[in-house]
């Protein structure tokens, strides 16, 4: 993960802090404000302590807890459109409180679906609220390459109808932050450390010359496979290729996995045309 220590920082839904801890200690941004959706109590009641939310205000930076990004209502303390970059670490919607809260949430969108619309309206709150309109204008989603989260289609699926691009990503390497603990969304379990990626996004077609360094980490054939993955030889909401004939497209496209993303993507594109009206 790229990050430049002239940037103004803010980090979403930080689980226990640690990443946010390890950030400011180790990589020493500008300016940094860590945002956690548990109010302190609960952060205390489930981490066994509030170490990091301490840590932080040591070294300077602000906390706010009980902060969901999707509602406005929650930002009372927050000074809007002051930072660099905005981070959200693994984001994953909260289990649900009963079956009557599932059935209540589910009723006509798949937690496939109720997910990316998290990820979509963070986007959508990040280049509207939260980035300066003078600063780097990006906004990180670190995500795990394994299903269910690869079956997001994070690189296509968010940013459609917006003004805001995709612009590639990086390999996220959590040995850059000592201390940090990828937390369950729910319990204080660490969950396993598995290969992910850091996505990034930006509604400016041209990076500042300070950040141009950036584009060294972010990948650079993003735009040649996004080429490719739109041609009849690929499927780019299974990222599979290279389709060699009919018959590879015939089992391909008769497959499981592709009749599940299918399904996945025809009720995100539904989602979309809900969220028009």
């Known amino acids: 993960m790229y990050i430049n220590s002239k940037w103004r920082i803010l980090t979403v839904g930080d689980g226990d802090l640690s990443f946010s801890a390890s950030l400011v200690k180790h990589h020493k941004p500008r300016a940094l404000t860590a945002t956690v959706f548990d109010t302190r109590s609960t952060l205390i009641a489930k981490y066994g302590s509030d170490e990091h939310y301490q840590q932080l205000l040591k070294n300077g930076a602000n906390v706010l807890t009980s902060f969901d990004v999707t509602e406005p209502s929650t930002w009372q303390n927050i000074i809007l459109q002051q930072f660099d970059l905005v981070i959200f670490q693994f984001p994953l919607i909260p289990g ?16 496939n679906t109720l997910n990316r619309r998290l990820l979509r309206i963070y986007l959508q709150h990040c280049f509207k609220y939260f980035l300066a309109d003078n600063g780097a204008k990006l906004a990180y989603i670190s995500s795990k390459d394994v299903k269910p989260y690869r079956q997001w289609n994070i690189e296509h699926s968010l940013t459609m109808n917006l003004p805001v691009m995709y612009l590639g990503k ?7 932050f000592p201390g940090y603990r990828i937390r369950n ?6 969950v396993k450390d598995t290969q992910g990626f850091t996505y990034v996004y930006s509604d400016n077609q041209t990076l500042p010359a300070e950040d141009i360094q950036l584009a060294t980490f972010v990948d650079d054939k993003v735009f040649s496979k996004l080429a490719l993955l739109n041609n009849d030889n690929h499927c780019a909401i299974c990222r599979t290729g290279l389709l060699l004939n ?23 594109h539904y989602y979309l045309s809900q969220e028009s009206l």
């Open 96 to 111: 649900f409180s009963s079956k009557q809260d599932y059935i209540k949430q589910c009723e006509h969108f798949s937690i």
């Open 170 to 176: 990086m390999a996220f390497n959590i040995t850059e």
């Open 185 to 190: 969304v729910d319990r204080d379990k660490h």
């Open 246 to 268: 009919e018959l590879d497209k015939k089992l391909h496209f008769s497959s499981k996995k592709h009749l599940q993303m299918q399904q996945y993507e025809q009720q995100w």
